[in-house]
C-alpha cells in the first residue's frame, strides 16, 4: 500500500485547499522512503495524522465508544474559523494491491454544517470509477476491511499510542489487532464457515449441533450490534452527563452569586448572630463592671503616679527619726571624737551632714500632706489596688475592647449575609438547581445502567465465543459418513491445529524479532534477552539475560519508547504486510543516544514509505545529517497568527534550500 497524496479543504488550521504529495521517490536507482514533515508546536502536524484516519474511518477513527452527537460536534469544530460555507472535507489518495493486481483508491470525506445538524458525504472511486461493488451504505465497513482499524494503529501512530504500548494499556483491542495484522483472525472464519457446512450436510444426526452453532453465530452477531449500540448509547450519555454538568455548575455558580447559599444557611447565620450578640452582652456588662471600679482611674495616668509617689513619701515618713533626734546624735557623735571610729571626716563632711538636716526639718512629720492620708494607714491596700490598675484593669479592659471590635465586625458580617439572603431570588433558583441536579443525578444513573448493561453483554460474548470454540471443537472430532462432511471435519481439525500452530509460529517469530529490534535500537543492547507473550491476552513480560523478569515500570521514559517502538516495528516485520508508516513527533522523551539509534536504523528501514511528523527540537540539525540519505522530500507547515490558518512549503527547518532544490532537481 502507497499513500499518495493527502488533500484538506478548510480542515482545521488549514484554509482553502491544501495538498500535500506522499510518495517516496527514487534517487539513483535508491528508493528514499522518508517524507518528513516539519512544524513547531500548534501547526498542524497532528491534524495531518488525524486526516488520513478521519478520511479512512469517519466516527470510528475517534474511538469505539463516541456516540453520534460528540462526533457531529467534532466535525463541525474542525471545520476552519474563517471558513465562508461552514464546510470541510478530507480526501485521500492510495494505492492498494489486491490479488497482485495495485488499484488505486480515492476516498474523499465531506461535511456541512446546516443548522443545528452536520451532514457528511462519503464517495469511494477505484481506478477512477466509483465502486459499485460494495453498496454505498456499506462504503465504511469496506474501508474498515480493507485497512482495520486496530491494524492501522501499529502502523499510523503518535506518542500516545506508543504510551498506551509501553504501559500495556487497551490491551483488548492490542490483541484484536494482533490477531488480525498475523492473519490468526482468518483461520478462526474458516473454521465457523466449515462448521456451518458440516452441520447442513451431516444429516439428522448433526441436525443438533449444526442449529446450536447457527444459533451461536446469530447470537455473536446480536450480541456485537447489541455491543456497539450500547458503545453509541454509553459514549452520548457521557457526552450528555457532561453538559448536564456544566449547566448545573453554571446554575450553581449563579445560585452563590445571588445569595443562595446564604438562604439556604439562613438558620445556621442567625443562629451564629444571637450567639456573637451574647458575647458582646457579656463583654459589654464586664467593661461596666471595671468602669464601675478602678477603670476611670486609668484614664488620669500621671495623676495616679503622683499620687502613689505621695504615699510612698509618706510611708517612708512615717518610719524615720525625727530630725532633733537626729541633730542631737550628730553634735554628741562630733564632740565625742573616739579614737575607735576609723573614718577621718573633714569640715565638708559635717556641713553636708548639717545641710541634709536642715532640709528635712523643712518637711517635719506634722506637715499639712500628712492629714490627707490619715484614713489609708499604712498606705499598703492603696499601693496594692493602684498597682492593679496597670498590672489588671487596663490590659483586661484592653483585650475586652478587641474582642467586643472582632465582635461588632462579625455582627456586621452577619447581617450583610442576612440581608443578602433576604434579597436574593433564591426560591426559583434553588429549584432550578435542584431540578438540574435531578436531571443530573438521573442521567448518571442510566448512564450506569447503560454501563453495567454493557459489561454484562461483554461477559455474554466471551461466553458465546468459548460456546462456539467448544462446539467446533465437538463438531470437528465427530466422525460422518459422508465423504464430503468427513473431509470438511477433517478440514475443519486441520484447522484448529493450524491455528494454534500458526499463532505459536507467529508468537516466536514476533518475540525474535522484538528482541532484536529492541537490542537493535536501545541503549544498552543487553538489557532485554528474551520475551513472553500470553497467547490469549498478548500481555507481554520481559526477561533479562538469567531468565528474570524485567518490570516496565523499572524502564526509563526513553527505554519504554524504545520498547513501543521495537514492538510496533516487530509485529510489522511479522505480519509481512507492507503498510506504510505515519508517526507523530515520537521521540519527545528519548535522549540523545536513541534518538540516533532510531535516525539512523529504525526510520530508514521501518517501511517502503515513512511519513515523519515532527518539530524542529525534535528532528533537528544533527539528525537531519542522519536522515537526510533517506529523505525522499520535506515540507514545512508554518502558523499565521495574524491570518490564523497554516501554509504548507517545501523544505525542513534545517534543510538549506539550496540543498533541497537540488535534491528536487536531481529526483525530477
Not at 488520513?52 to 457531529?72: D, I, K, N, P, Q
Request: hydrophobic residues 40%; contains cysteine.
Amino acid at each position: 500500500m502507497i499513500l499518495r497524496k493527502i488533500r484538506l479543504e478548510d480542515f482545521g488550521l488549514y484554509a482553502g485547499s491544501v495538498e500535500i504529495d506522499l510518495v517516496p521517490r527514487t534517487v539513483k536507482g535508491r528508493q528514499n522512503p522518508i517524507v518528513l514533515i516539519g512544524g513547531k508546536n500548534g501547526a498542524g502536524k497532528t491534524t495531518v495524522l488525524e486526516a488520513v484516519r478521519l478520511a479512512l474511518y469517519g466516527r470510528r477513527a475517534l474511538g469505539t465508544r463516541v456516540g453520534l452527537s460528540e462526533y457531529e460536534n467534532h466535525l463541525r469544530e474542525r471545520i476552519n474559523r474563517d471558513s465562508t460555507s461552514a464546510r470541510a472535507a478530507v480526501e485521500l489518495e492510495f494505492d492498494y494491491a489486491e490479488a497482485g493486481v495495485v488499484h488505486r483508491y480515492r476516498v474523499r470525506r465531506e461535511w456541512e454544517v446546516r443548522g443545528k445538524a452536520v451532514a457528511e458525504d462519503l464517495s469511494l472511486e477505484k481506478d477512477g470509477s466509483i465502486v459499485t461493488a460494495v453498496p454505498r451504505d456499506e462504503w465504511h465497513m469496506f474501508l474498515q476491511e480493507l485497512i482495520p482499524p486496530g491494524v492501522s494503529q501499529l502502523f499510523f501512530f503518535d506518542g500516545e499510542k506508543i504510551q498506551q504500548i509501553a504501559s500495556d494499556d487497551d490491551n483488548e483491542q492490542m490483541a484484536d489487532a494482533v490477531r488480525s495484522l498475523l492473519g490468526i483472525e482468518l483461520v478462526g472464519r474458516l473454521r465457523t464457515d466449515i462448521a456451518l457446512f458440516i452441520g447442513r450436510h451431516e444429516g439428522s444426526a448433526g441436525d443438533g449441533v449444526a442449529s446450536k452453532v447457527n444459533d451461536v453465530v446469530m447470537q455473536l452477531n446480536a450480541n456485537a450490534k447489541r455491543i456497539d449500540e450500547l458503545n453509541g448509547e454509553v459514549a452520548e450519555l457521557m457526552s450528555f452527563r457532561d453538559s448536564q454538568a456544566r449547566a448545573a455548575e453554571r446554575i450553581r455558580r449563579r445560585f452563590v452569586a445571588e445569595g443562595g447559599e446564604e438562604a439556604m444557611a439562613r438558620n445556621s447565620i442567625e443562629s451564629e448572630r444571637e450567639s456573637v450578640k451574647k458575647e458582646i452582652s457579656r463583654g459589654e456588662h464586664e467593661l461596666k463592671e471595671l468602669a464601675n471600679g478602678l477603670l476611670p482611674f486609668a484614664m488620669a495616668p500621671k495623676l495616679i503616679a503622683g499620687f502613689k509617689n505621695a504615699l510612698l513619701a509618706e510611708n517612708s515618713s512615717s518610719v524615720a527619726p525625727s530630725v532633733a533626734a537626729l541633730r542631737a546624735a550628730i553634735s554628741s557623735w562630733k564632740r565625742n571624737e573616739t579614737p575607735d571610729r576609723e573614718a577621718r571626716w573633714t569640715d565638708k563632711h559635717w556641713s553636708d551632714l548639717r545641710r541634709f538636716v536642715q532640709q528635712q526639718a523643712r518637711t517635719p512629720s506634722g506637715s499639712k500632706s500628712a492629714a490627707a492620708f490619715a484614713g489609708l494607714g499604712d498606705g499598703t491596700a492603696a499601693l496594692a489596688r493602684l498597682n492593679d490598675i496597670e498590672g489588671v484593669v487596663r490590659p483586661r479592659a484592653e483585650t475586652l475592647l478587641r474582642r467586643l471590635e472582632s465582635l461588632a465586625r462579625r455582627e456586621r458580617e452577619l447581617e450583610k449575609k442576612l440581608a443578602r439572603a433576604d434579597n436574593a431570588a433564591a426560591g426559583a433558583m434553588l429549584d432550578e438547581l435542584r431540578l438540574a441536579d435531578q436531571k443530573l443525578g438521573t442521567t448518571e444513573a442510566t448512564l450506569k445502567t447503560r454501563q453495567a448493561e454493557l459489561d454484562l453483554v461483554r461477559g455474554q460474548r466471551v461466553t458465546m465465543e468459548r460456546e462456539r470454540v467448544r462446539m467446533l471443537e465437538e463438531q470437528s472430532a465427530a466422525a460422518s459418513a459422508s465423504d464430503r462432511v468427513d473431509l470438511a471435519g477433517r478440514t475443519a481439525q486441520v484447522l484448529a491445529d493450524y491455528e494454534h500452530r500458526l499463532l505459536e509460529h507467529k508468537l516466536i517469530q514476533l518475540k525474535s524479532e522484538f528482541v532484536r529490534c529492541f537490542g537493535y535500537l536501545a541503549r544498552k543492547p543487553g538489557l532485554i534477552r528474551d520475551i513472553r507473550i500470553d497467547p490469549v491476552t498478548f500481555r507481554t513480560t520481559l526477561l533479562d539475560q538469567d531468565g528474570n523478569e524485567v518490570r516496565k515500570d523499572a524502564l526509563s521514559a526513553g527505554e519504554k519508547q524504545v520498547y513501543a517502538i521495537a514492538m510496533l516495528w516487530a509485529l510489522a516485520r511479522t505480519s509481512g504486510r507492507p503498510l506504510p508508516m505515519i508517526i507523530d513527533t515520537p521521540l519527545a522523551r528519548l535522549d540523545s543516544e536513541h534518538r540516533a539509534n532510531l535516525m539512523e536504523r529504525y526510520f530508514p528501514a521501518a517501511s517502503h514509505q515513512v511519513i515523519m511528523l515532527s518539530t524542529d527540537t525534535e528532528v533537528d540539525a544533527a539528525q537531519i545529517e542522519r536522515l537526510l540519505p533517506s529523505i525522499s522530500h520535506s515540507y514545512r507547515l508554518d502558523y499565521d497568527p495574524i491570518s490564523r490558518r497554516t501554509s504548507v512549503s517545501r523544505g525542513y527547518f534545517e534543510v538549506p534550500e539550496a540543498r533541497e532544490d537540488a535534491r528536487a532537481l536531481q529526483q525530477a
